[in-house]
């Protein structure tokens, strides 16, 4: 099992990113996929999941109206798409499902909201 996100960055306040997790080893079309960061110096935070079929989204207070999560399942592969980001959105983003009550986690990307 592999998974490997990418897409962040350095933006300015009020900017975009786009991250991608491209999965690898299972099903992808199976499971339920997350998004999860983790802030310096705070605990995880779930951000986000979609359905197998991407049809059912779900999202954080704290990003609500802002993300958009998506899926391609022909390329296994989940996004992320971040607009009006802030400060407080500093933080390593990952993707995440769950199998068989076991959590898989990638290696996350940096995402850090400065001007």
């Known amino acids: 099992v592999q998974l490997v996100e990418s897409g962040g960055g350095v933006v300015q306040p009020g900017g975009s990113l786009r991250l991608s997790c491209v999965a690898s080893?299972?099903?992808?079309?199976?499971?339920?996929m997350h998004w999860v960061r983790q802030a310096p110096g705070k605990g995880l935070e779930w951000l986000s999941r979609?359905?197998?079929?991407?049809?059912?989204?779900y999202y954080a207070d704290s990003v609500k109206g802002r993300f958009t999560i998506s899926r391609d399942n022909g390329k296994n592969t989940v996004y992320l798409q971040m607009n009006s980001l802030k400060p407080e959105d500093t933080a390593v983003y990952y993707c995440?499902?769950?199998?068989?009550?076991?959590?898989?986690w990638g290696r996350g990307t940096q995402v850090t909201v400065s001007s």
């Open positions: 979609i359905n197998r079929l991407g049809s059912n989204k």
């Open positions: 080893g299972f099903t992808f079309i199976d499971y339920w």
């Open positions: 995440n499902f769950i199998r068989a009550r076991a959590s898989y």
